[in-house]
């Protein structure tokens, strides 16, 4: 299943397209603090549990929910994968697939086809912006 099919499941499933209140639905622990600055946001897999930290400290709150969403999109679609360990330990194209399509979820989960439905009227960048996606991930959203 793709990734924009995987959002609209999600989102008929629990009637909502807040990363937060997914990840509570599915059952994956969110953990708010500090993680000194290196990245806004991470996904872990330990013992069978699902885990997003956000960094409250430096990530701008403007980009919190997309990072959620990005982070909710490691958890659902690379499970198992540990991108902390791709990217500190490889040079592997993997890595870059694994990012790519947690950013797509994002933007899927973000920008879904009920939302642009909903405020047909205003333009991508202007929805987009509403939400917190960066203007760069706008080419992923697919119409």
């Given at each position: 299943m793709d990734v924009k099919q995987k959002v609209l499941r999600l989102i008929r499933r629990y009637h909502t397209d807040d990363p937060l209140r997914l990840a509570d639905a599915l059952?994956?622990?969110v953990i708010y603090g500090d993680l000194g600055g290196v990245?806004?946001?991470?996904?872990?897999?330990?013992?069978?549990?699902?885990?997003?930290?956000?960094?409250?400290?430096?990530?701008?709150?403007?980009?919190?929910?997309?990072?959620?969403?990005?982070e909710l999109g490691h958890a659902v679609c690379?499970?198992?994968?540990?991108?902390?360990?791709?990217?500190?330990?490889?040079m592997?194209?993997?890595?870059?697939?694994?990012?790519?399509?947690?950013?797509?979820?994002?933007?899927?989960?973000?920008?879904?086809?009920?939302y642009l439905k909903e405020y047909?009227?205003?333009?991508?960048?202007?929805?987009g912006a509403t939400k917190g996606v960066p203007l760069e991930m706008l080419a992923l959203k697919r119409v």
């Open positions: 059952g994956i622990h990245r806004y946001g991470n996904y872990m897999r330990y013992k069978r549990e699902k885990f997003i930290f956000l960094d409250t400290n430096t990530t701008p709150p403007g980009l919190l929910t997309y990072v959620a969403a990005h690379t499970p198992t994968a540990n991108t902390t360990w791709l990217r500190s330990y490889t592997s194209v993997n890595a870059d697939i694994v990012e790519r399509k947690a950013n797509t979820f994002a933007v899927e989960l973000l920008l879904n086809d009920y047909a009227d205003c333009g991508l960048e202007i929805l």
